[in-house]
């Protein structure tokens, strides 16, 4: 019991628990945001012209695999070059209304716009040509932090173990931390009750001596005045007798 106290109590793991918590609580609140934002935004958000993407097909593999994570940035469509992997909304065919990742193959200059065509690596078949208005961005690399946390996010069981798991782990110890704060500050106030208790019952028996001790030099007085009263009443008729003779 002693060496879990020691442990308990000291610094330097309470220190690195603490970071430990902050670390893992940031992480989890990181992941969920991309998520959320993803999910709820269809992937439009950008920053900075900065954005992120999730692949969701096999059509780049092996360059990408299902669930990886991909940062893009939104560029003039005069710098795109035959090899690079762009962003875009599909507007034909089965890829209509899809967000597409896949490799440029050709690039033309026709009526003043240019015009693309892309394919996946891992397809047979070349996309339906796209103009530059429908390029989102250009990949500039894929994110393996990210990548790995999308692969266990995307995972149920994952999830589960991951971050679902952390989550209520980091709650329950939030709650114990809460609990104790309570705890100590109940303990703090008894203290000063106690503290508050103690002085007034000084004070008590300070008064109480004071009024003890007090208690006998009263009575000697009134037995004094009461001796004096005594020898007054005595002496008057005496002195009376003598006036007469």
């Known amino acids: 019991m002693k060496f879990i106290e020691k442990i308990k109590n000291n610094k ?23 998520i959320f934002i993803q999910r709820i935004s269809n992937n439009k958000v950008t920053l900075g012209g900065i954005s992120m993407y999730t692949v969701v097909s096999e059509s780049m593999k092996p360059k990408y695999e299902i ?37 440029v193959i050709k690039k033309n200059y026709k009526n003043g716009k ?36 999308s692969h266990v996010v995307n995972n149920s069981y994952g999830f589960y173990f991951i971050i679902f798991v952390p989550f209520v782990v980091l709650l ?12 100590s500050l109940k303990e703090e106030k008894l203290k000063k009750k106690e503290k508050i208790i103690e002085k007034t019952n000084d004070k008590i028996e300070k008064t109480n001596e004071k009024t003890i ?31 007469k003779g």
């Not at 329950?172 to 705890?183: L, P, S, T, Y």
Request: overall charge neutral.
């Open 12 to 34: 330097f793991l309470k220190g690195a628990s603490l970071v430990l918590k902050g670390i893992t609580s940031i992480v989890i609140i990181f992941v969920i945001c991309i």
């Open 67 to 103: 669930y990886d994570m991909l940062i893009a940035k939104k560029v003039d469509p005069s710098t795109i070059k035959v090899g690079d992997d762009v962003v875009y909304m599909g507007e034909k065919s089965t890829l209509k209304d899809k967000i597409v990742t896949h490799q």
């Open 114 to 149: 240019y015009i693309f065509q892309t394919k996946g690596i891992n397809n047979d078949i070349a996309d339906p040509e796209i103009e530059d208005r429908q390029i989102l961005a250009i990949v500039i690399s894929k994110s393996n932090i990210l990548s790995i946390i």
């Open 172 to 183: 329950f110890f939030e709650i114990v931390d809460i609990k104790k704060e309570k705890m």
């Open 213 to 243: 001790n007090e208690e006998p030099k009263v009575i000697k007085k009134e037995i004094n005045e009461d001796k004096k009263n005594k020898i007054d009443v005595m002496e008057e008729p005496v002195l009376k007798k003598i006036n």
